[in-house]
T-cell receptor
Framework: DVKVTQSSRYLVKRTGEKVFLECVQD?????MFWYRQDPGLGLRLIYF???????EKGDIPEGYSVSREKKERFSLILESASTNQTSMYLC???????????FGSGTRLTVV | ELKVEQNPLFLSMQEGKNYTIYCNYS?????LYWYRQDPGKSLESLFV?????AVKQEGRLMASLDTKARLSTLHITAAVHDLSATYFC?????????????FGKGTKLSVKP
């Protein structure tokens, strides 16, 4: 069964901490994505990557960065966590640029 | 810039009734996805619609796509409680950030006995 695994289901961090959210896929997919989901706002694209060491900004990249050192792993980094980054974070991967995402189970991050 | 609008955002239905969720989008695309999300869970793919006039059905759900009107519908027939969930449409973006999906805000469906 194909899988996208997010390392933490729930995370609580303090304001100002550096936070790493990890995502690993086992499908040899080229493309990986990070979204955040907030009530009433749907899913908003933070960053995505079409290849190893490549990254592109999505619609709301401010306050975030990403790393893709290996094809299967895409990390989202909150350089200095703030309370307005409290959210559900969803990672997805796809084999090509035609959509067809497989989503991870999500990480609910609370910044206090 | 591609924008995707769903309506309604909240839908309370009685079991056995029919209803339709609408998904409008602002710029040309010919690929649209519908997802389902249960509370506390991730998104599960329901349908992919690949061309104008495409229709897909599974169980009590039927999705269609009109690319000329930039409109997709998700029709629910004889709703049952198990269909209670949030439904998202997502449109493939052929613009500056090619190959990513732009999501609507979701329709929270509640089916009551």
């Amino acid at each position: 069964d194909v899988k996208v695994t997010q390392s933490s289901r729930y995370l609580v961090k303090r304001t100002g901490e550096k936070v790493f959210l990890e995502c690993v896929q086992d499908m040899d997919h080229e493309n990986m994505f990070w979204y955040r989901q907030d009530p009433g706002l749907g899913l908003r694209l933070i960053y995505f990557s079409y290849d190893v060491k490549m990254k592109e900004k999505g619609d709301i990249p401010e306050g975030y960065s990403v790393s893709r050192e290996k094809k299967e792993r895409f990390s989202l980094i909150l350089e200095s966590a703030s309370t307005n980054q409290t959210s559900m974070y969803l990672c997805a991967s796809s084999p090509d640029r035609g959509g067809g995402y497989t989503f991870g189970s999500g990480t609910r991050l609370t910044v206090v | 810039e591609l924008k995707v609008e769903q309506n309604p955002l909240f839908l309370s239905m009685q079991e056995g009734k029919n209803y339709t969720i609408y998904c409008n989008y602002s710029t040309t695309s010919d690929r649209l996805y519908w997802y389902r999300q249960d509370p506390g869970k991730s998104l599960e793919s329901l349908f992919v619609l690949l061309s104008n006039g495409a229709v897909k059905q599974e169980g009590r759900l039927m999705a269609s796509l009109d690319t000329k009107a930039r409109l997709s519908t998700l029709h629910i027939t004889a709703a049952v409680h198990d269909l209670s969930a949030t439904y998202f449409c997502a449109v493939l973006n052929y613009g500056g950030s090619q190959g990513n999906l732009i999501f609507g805000k979701g329709t929270k469906l509640s089916v009551k006995p």
